[in-house]
Antibody, heavy 117, light 110 residues
C-alpha cells in the first residue's frame, strides 16, 4: 500500500525558508509517477505548488516558481520542498501526493506550517 | 494559470442527486481528458473520487460519476448520503506538466 508522510518544522519565521520532506513507502519513487506538493491555507482551497519526476525534472506553479525548489532523493525514497522568503500568506497545510497528469491518487495526511515571528 | 470555477455550495436531501460544475478554458478542462475530482472532509486529506473525467478508483461508490462538455466538467453524486457532506474540488491538467485546482464546492446534505 502506497503511503506518504510529510515532515518538517511547523513554525517558520517571516522571510526565512520553509523546508518539508515527504517520505514514500510501499512504492519506489523511481517508478513511473510524478511526485507533487499541494497546499491549502486555512479555510481556503487547494493550490498546486509543483511536481518532480524521479529523474529530477521539475514543474512549478508559475505564481510560486521564483521561490520554490523541489528535489528528490531516490536513495531515501523521499522528495522535498523548499520555499524561500515566506510571509504570513504562506501559512497553510502542505500535502505531498503521487501525481500523474494532475491526478493525485495517494496523499499524505498534511502538515500545518505557520509563518510567524 | 487561474483556478477553475466551481459554485461555492450545493445541497440536496438524502437520496437526491447533486451536480457540481467545474469551468475552465480550452487550455485546461477543454483541452485534455485529465479532469479529476476530490472529496475532502474537515481536517482530512483530499480523496480521489474521479479521474480522467469519468473513471472511478477502486472502492469509490458508483453513486459518484463524472462527465465533461467543452470547457466544463461535472461531478454528480446520486443517492446522497450523510457521509457525502464534504468539500469537493476539481482539478485539471493544464499542459506542460502543470495542473490547476478548482475553487471548491461545499456539499450539504439537508
Amino acid at each position: 500500500q502506497v503511503q506518504l508522510q510529510e515532515s518538517g518544522p511547523g513554525l517558520v519565521k517571516p522571510s526565512e525558508t520553509l523546508s518539508l520532506t515527504c517520505t514514500v513507502s510501499g512504492y519506489s519513487i523511481s517508478s513511473n509517477y510524478y511526485w507533487g506538493w499541494i497546499r491549502q491555507p486555512p479555510g481556503k482551497g487547494l493550490e498546486w505548488i509543483g511536481s518532480i519526476y524521479h529523474s529530477g525534472s521539475t514543474y512549478y506553479n508559475p505564481s510560486l516558481k521564483s521561490r520554490v525548489t523541489i528535489s528528490v532523493d531516490t536513495s531515501k525514497n523521499q522528495f522535498s520542498l523548499k520555499m524561500s522568503s515566506v510571509t504570513a500568506a504562506d501559512t497553510a497545510v502542505y500535502y505531498c501526493a503521487r501525481d500523474i497528469m494532475s491526478t493525485r491518487d495517494y496523499w499524505g495526511q498534511g502538515t500545518l506550517v505557520t509563518v510567524s515571528s | 494559470q487561474s483556478a477553475l470555477t466551481q459554485p461555492p455550495s450545493a445541497s440536496g436531501s438524502p437520496g437526491q442527486s447533486v451536480t457540481i460544475s467545474c469551468t475552465g478554458t480550452s487550455s485546461d478542462v477543454g483541452g485534455y481528458n485529465y479532469v479529476s475530482w476530490y472529496q475532502q472532509h474537515p481536517g482530512k486529506a483530499p480523496k480521489l473520487m474521479i479521474y480522467e473525467v469519468s473513471k472511478r478508483p477502486s472502492g469509490v461508490p458508483d453513486r459518484f460519476s463524472g462527465s465533461k462538455s467543452g470547457n466544463t466538467a461535472s461531478l454528480t453524486v446520486s443517492g446522497l448520503q450523510a457521509e457525502d457532506e464534504a468539500d469537493y474540488y476539481c482539478s485539471s491538467y493544464a499542459g506542460s506538466n502543470m495542473g490547476v485546482f478548482g475553487t471548491g464546492t461545499k456539499v450539504t446534505v439537508l
